[in-house]
C-alpha cells in the first residue's frame, strides 16, 4: 500500500488527508506537524468567558465543497450575523473600527490615501484567471 506523507497539520494538510482516506481508505497516510498540536493558524481560545478565534473566524459559503467538507464532518457552521459587521484592527496601540460604508472608508485612517486610491483601482485592475493561486495574484502586475 502506497505511504503518503503530508508535511504540515493545518487545514491544508488535515483536509488533504481526510478527502485522501475518504476517497481510498487502504491509503498510509501520516500527517507531520511541528507544532505541539493540529490546527495551523486556526486556534479558539477561551480565556475569562471570552471566545476568541487566534485566526480565521469565518469563511466564504460561495464554494459548496468548503460547506460539504463541514457537514461530512458533522459540523454545523453558524451564519454571520449584523454584529460581525463591527470589525477592529488593534493597530499603533488603539482599535481601529474597519469601516462599514465608503465614506467611513475615506475617512478612516486604516491606509494612507495612496493606499486607498490603491485599493479603489481594484474596481478597474485586469482580472486574473478564475480560481488564481496566492503566489500568482502576488506576481501577476496590476498596473
Ligand atoms: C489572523 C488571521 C485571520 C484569518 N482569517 C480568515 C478567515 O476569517 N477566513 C479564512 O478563510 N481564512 C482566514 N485566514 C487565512 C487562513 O487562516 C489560512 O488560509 C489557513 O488557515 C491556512 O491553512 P494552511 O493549512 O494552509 O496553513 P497553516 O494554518 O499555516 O498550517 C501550516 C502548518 O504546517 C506546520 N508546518 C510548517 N512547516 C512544517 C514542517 N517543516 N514540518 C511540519 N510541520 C510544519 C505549521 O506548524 C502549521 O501547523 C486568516 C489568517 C490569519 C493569520
Redo the contacts with the bound molecule.
Keep these: 500500500m502506497k505511504k503518503i506523507a503530508i508535511?504540515?497539520?493545518?487545514?491544508?494538510?488535515?483536509s488533504a488527508a481526510y478527502l485522501l482516506l475518504d476517497k481510498i481508505p487502504e491509503l498510509d497516510v501520516m500527517v507531520?506537524?511541528?507544532?505541539d498540536r493540529?490546527?495551523?493558524?486556526?486556534w479558539t481560545e477561551r480565556t475569562n468567558g471570552f471566545l476568541c478565534e487566534?485566526?480565521?473566524?469565518?469563511?466564504?459559503d460561495n464554494k459548496p465543497k468548503t460547506l460539504q467538507l463541514c457537514s461530512s464532518l458533522g459540523l454545523s457552521p453558524v451564519r454571520s450575523n449584523e454584529n460581525s459587521k463591527k470589525r477592529f484592527i488593534f493597530s499603533e496601540g488603539r482599535l481601529k473600527a474597519l469601516p462599514e460604508s465608503p465614506l467611513s472608508f475615506l475617512k478612516s485612517d486604516l491606509l494612507s490615501w495612496g493606499g486607498k486610491f490603491r485599493l479603489l483601482y481594484e474596481l478597474k485592475a485586469p482580472k486574473g484567471p478564475a480560481d488564481e493561486t496566492v503566489a500568482d495574484f502576488i506576481i501577476r502586475p496590476t498596473l
Excluded at 32 to 35: I, L, P, R, T, V
Excluded at 54 to 60: A, D, E, R
Design positions: 508535511v504540515g497539520g493545518g487545514i491544508s494538510g488535515l507531520f506537524e511541528a507544532d493540529p490546527g495551523g493558524k486556526i487566534k485566526g480565521p473566524n469565518g469563511f466564504l
